[in-house]
């Protein structure tokens, strides 16, 4: 049929050139228009390849509907094969079917994976099917001892040594036993003897022994010796925490010992710092825990009304679900791939023996459930990654011009969506233009607390919009990879419409809601809704441009309910914070750090609304900036300290002479209304009202719905900011 319109295309032309006549030219132009749809459209349709993915397939059946295949790995190499057949383009699409289907391996796609611009390869659930991609292994076959804790013997883990460091139990994250069960021991003293020093400030090798009183010591007296080669701590120190195994235990001193690189001089494990042990059998004496001895035995202590009848109990498996193995250094993409309506669930990140040294936002962790590398036009829409040990999705170096949307990221060991390298790749191998809109990203850090919601490295010209991003225990979003004045590649981001919420659960410190490094000419943050930020001690910052972030406009966010600041700058150059409400701050509602020669920042027609302590805090008096057309108000008395001056001292020191001390006028504000119920006074400092309920996700109400956080968390999260301001508060008397 093709060959038959293309003959007649072909004569019609040549007729057309050769007549003359007018009227005949006219029949002949429609002919040839009518001949060039057919031929259009039987091309297209004959280029329409349809494969079907069921659990009741096998992977060599022909890939109909009547004959599935079972896996996308399968799907994967029939598109092969027919590609080798082929004379001309064609679209493949994978249709899926409802199910839940066990990997065996990893989808590995390579640059002969790819599709073409107008010939796309797709992987898609069916209409109305969710399927499920699953990287674990069920775990069967459960018996209750005499208290109450279930055994299983698991033979992989018996006779070929399998372990595996996440459990999860009907679709939630089990806690491997851990020492205490809630809160933390603290350490009494530190010291570190260097083996080895290295070219570089923090040693090489190193061996540090912690030291404990006998109330924080005694947890650790039930240690069998079997147990002491897989026993771990976890040491939390102010925007970072460290993983180790231990060498040693030794009773009489009360100490452990362990060994590894040295610490990071500005960032140490200190006296009265926090610390867990985990994974030994004397840990496990609390529901929801669990133990894997040595002999391949899996202990869990079950939660209230769960049985081995009506529990599902998985072990992950597989490093990686997903990999796109590209090498942009030699121009050879995989590209032009889409993902439609997949889950992707249960992937395993093996702790290394030696543990894991701290390092900000887990950059160094290296791995994500998918990982891609030299890969273009690549789409993710209405996906799904859940109960994984490791970041959720990195779009590695060589990445570019490819969308991530309206997806769900939950339930996570490391973050969520990581882009580009920490080391400054430049040409090809640099990663830009990605967009992140629309998506879900909560309940991350689980097995990482350091892990943000998205993280851009070294990486430009990137949408990241219309996110939610909850309850991590580090930062929202973090932009940059440099610190100080030196070249950077993360230029012309765009961070814009999202809302953060619920970050930092008082664990770490130094963190925020949107956290950016370095100089980034052209990146923009705006209209974001940020609320309830909350760290251990020093931080909890709404926005936190840190060392050298410069020539960053932010402008349009709300942000309110943090512990130390809507705003903060430890140093930088020519930012501009403008038309922004910062609200309710605990202790300062602005900071900044270091004082420089240059304009760090310029802070116009904003509106600061609190009712506890300072309006600013830190080196204002010093700092060159340019701040005017601002409005403060306390709503709960008439108290104003500006870095230990008056309101009128501070203008006499030439500071916000065009600023007012009014009431906004809004709706309600101690309740989080912040819309005008007159512009009164906001007119006065020529704000411009924008509209924050636009932040964050949107489309039907079920997406929308599922972007709240449960009540729970929100109440937990409460509970734990006041407990924290306690704490603070009996510090500061002590």
Sequence with gaps: MEKLIIVAFIRFKLIFSLNKDSY????????????????????????????????????????????????????????????????TKQSFTVIIAEGTYTMKEPLELTPEDSGSPGFPIIYKAAKGAKPVFSGGKKI???????????????????YYKWRFDQLYVNNKRAILARTPNTGFLKVNNVQQYIWEKGVKSIPEKAQQKLSFDKTNFKPLQGIDEDDIKHVRFRAFHKWDFTLRPIDKIDKDSLSIVTSGKGMKPWNPIKKG??????????????????????????????LKGETPQNTEVIAPVLENLVTLKGDATNNLFVAHIRFEGISFKQCHYSIPIKGFEPNQAAVKLNSSAIMLEGSRDITFSNCEISQIGQHALWFGKGCR?????????????????????????????HTQNIKINNNIIQTGGQEFPASVGIWVGHS??????????????????SVGWVWGYKPSLAKRNKIAYNHIHHIGWALLSDMAAIYTLGKSEGTVISNNLVNHIHAYSYGGWGLYTDEGSSDIILENNLVYSTK????????????????????????????????????????????????????????????????????????????????????????QLGHDKHSIIADPYFMDASNFDFRFKKKKNSEKIKFIPFDYSKAGVYGDAEWIEKSKLPQSIVKDFDKIVEENMKTNSLQKRG
């Excluded at 310029?602 to 805090?617: A, C, T, Y």
């Design 24 to 87: 005949t030219r006219k029949v002949m132009i429609k002919i040839i228009y009518i001949l060039t749809v057919l031929l259009f459209c039987n091309t297209s349709l004959n280029a329409q390849t349809e494969l079907y993915v069921s659990p009741t397939g096998n992977d060599l059946n022909l890939g109909t509907a009547e004959q599935p295949l079972a896996s996308l790995t399968g799907a994967r190499n029939a598109i092969r094969n027919k590609k080798k057949d082929q004379t």
């Design 140 to 158: 069967t076959g459960f018996s209750v001892n005499e208290n109450g804790v279930w055994e299983a013997k698991i033979p992989e883990s018996t």
């Design 273 to 302: 710092g926090r610390i867990v042990f985990e994974n030994y059998a004397a840990a496990l004496d609390t529901v929801g825990e669990w133990f894997l001895n040595d002999k391949g035995t899996l202990y869990y202590k079950p």
């Design 401 to 429: 011009n490819s969308v991530v949307e309206q997806c769900y990221f939950h339930n996570l060991g490391g973050g969520g969506i990581y882009l580009g390298d920490f080391n400054a790749l430049e040409g090809v191998e």
């Design 460 to 477: 430009s010209d990137n949408i990241i919009t219309h996110n939610d991003i909850g309850n991590f225990y580090y930062t929202g979003i």
């Design 564 to 651: 130390t600041g809507g705003f903060q700058q430890h140093y930088g150059k020519n930012n501009i914070v403008r038309n922004n409400i910062f609200a309710y701050a605990k202790s300062y509602q602005l900071q900044c750090g270091r004082a420089e020669k240059h304009r760090s920042f310029n802070f116009v027609n904003n509106i600061i609304v609190f009712n506890e302590g300072m309006v600013m805090k830190g080196a204002w008096n010093k700092i060159n900036i340019h701040i005017s057309k601002n409005m403060y108000w306390n709503t709960n008395k008439d108290a104003y300290d500006f870095n230990g001056n008056t309101f009128d001292e501070w203008q």
